[in-house]
């Protein structure tokens, strides 16, 4: 009679178990961390991983508002009064003009007056045949003018009137000259009032507030009973001009 097959013994059965049972969960982890490493850098056929997102695109590069400067930051050249006011001092005698302006910042048109005179003036009458201290006092006088402004440099040309009296007599007549008739009127008889017109030039130099420079007159002094004709010159007058 044959012999009855011999199965395993428990014991081995056990171990074949716990062996089969050790191979599939090693199988397993291998499995898992394959998965893994793929998923971490990239997705295998079929797979729904999502794509890492792209940077947005940058926006339009556009110009920053400009901040809401106030006006006065803004630097810009000084305007001058148009039609500035004017006063004249030559020593003694003060005056005061007024301006207006015809064009530009170069022409302008003025008038005014004054009281007193420059007492350090020179003047050539036609009696005294030379230039000397001017003998006469102006008490008051008007003048108007076109003034031509170029830069630092004005030149004001118009008409003058006005009222004085000659102080004294400034030797009308030298030795050489014959002498005078005592019938018509001279300077000899001072003191004498006068009244005067004629024409003027200014000529002055400096900033545009402040300027120095000579004036020229060229003036008609008619006095009691005659005329006599007078070139001055003062060397110095300032205007002030604001």
């Known amino acids: 009679m044959a012999k009855a097959r011999e199965f395993p013994s428990?014991?081995?059965r056990v171990a074949l178990a716990a062996g089969a049972v050790m191979a599939l969960a090693s199988g397993t982890a291998g499995a898992e961390g394959v998965s893994f490493g793929l998923s971490g850098s990239t997705s295998g056929p079929g797979g729904d991983s999502a794509k890492p997102a792209e940077p947005?695109?940058?926006?339009?590069?556009?110009?920053?508002?400009?901040?809401?400067?106030?006006?006065?930051?803004?630097?810009?050249?000084?305007e001058y009064d148009r039609n500035p006011a004017n006063y004249e001092f030559g020593f003694v005698t003060a005056a005061a003009y007024q301006a207006w302006n015809l064009s530009g910042k170069s022409i302008y048109f003025g008038l005014g007056g004054g009281l007193g005179p420059p007492l350090y003036r020179y003047t050539h009458l036609s009696t005294t045949k030379e230039f000397a201290w001017d003998p006469t006092l102006e008490i008051a006088y008007a003048n108007a003018f076109i003034r031509f402004t170029a830069g630092f440099v004005d030149l004001d040309i118009?008409?003058?009137?006005?009222?004085?009296?000659?102080?004294?007599?400034?030797k009308s007549y030298s030795i050489t000259d014959p002498p005078r008739d005592p019938t018509k009127p001279s300077l000899d008889d001072a003191p004498m009032s006068f009244f005067q017109y004629g024409a003027y030039a200014d000529l002055r130099f400096g900033s545009r507030g402040l300027?120095?420079?000579?004036r020229i007159e060229i003036d008609?002094?008619?006095?009691?009973?005659?005329?006599?004709?007078?070139?001055r010159i003062t060397p110095l007058m300032l205007r002030w001009m604001h």
Request: net charge positive.
């Open 56 to 78: 947005a695109p940058a926006e339009a590069s556009s110009p920053p508002p400009q901040a809401d400067a106030p006006a006065a930051a803004i630097s810009a050249p000084a």
């Open 211 to 214: 300027k120095v420079g000579p």
């Open 10 to 12: 428990r014991a081995t």
């Open 220 to 231: 008609r002094v008619a006095l009691a009973g005659f005329y006599d004709t007078a070139i």
């Open 158 to 170: 118009g008409p003058k009137i006005g009222l004085g009296t000659v102080l004294y007599n400034p």
